[in-house]
């Protein structure tokens, strides 16, 4: 079991910029591929980022591609969102969430998930 915790949200600017971070405790941070959602108000829970155990491998959402840097510290045991040039349609509850330990690939499917955080509200405004 791994347990997540996110912090960094708030409130910005257009075209400003936001570091999200997720705190891991409670298993061996680097058996996890780690991916960050969101969801906005009335909207479903959709991908942004994923990250492969030892940061190798990446995939973004089409909407954030360029602007949002997905990383990771396994000697920290923690996962980061790097968002820059912010829109206000980037308006939502951000998730971290950690895959099924030892997968061999990378997922953007929000049921290969297993572990979640409470969430983080990144709130940009025009």
Known sequence: QV???????GLVQAGGSL??????????????????FRQAPGKEREFVAV????????????????????SRDNVKNTLYLQMNSLKPEDTAAYYCAADGPFHPTVSVAISS???????????VSS
Do not use: H, P
């Open 3 to 9: 347990q997540l915790v996110e912090s960094g949200g």
């Open 51 to 70: 990250i492969n155990r030892f940061g190798a491998d990446t995939k973004y959402a089409d909407s954030v591609k360029g602007r949002f840097t997905i």
């Open 19 to 36: 570091r999200l971070s997720c705190a891991a405790s409670g298993s061996t941070f680097s058996n996890y591929a780690m991916a960050w």
């Open 113 to 123: 998930y297993d572990y979640w955080g409470q969430g983080t509200q990144v709130t």
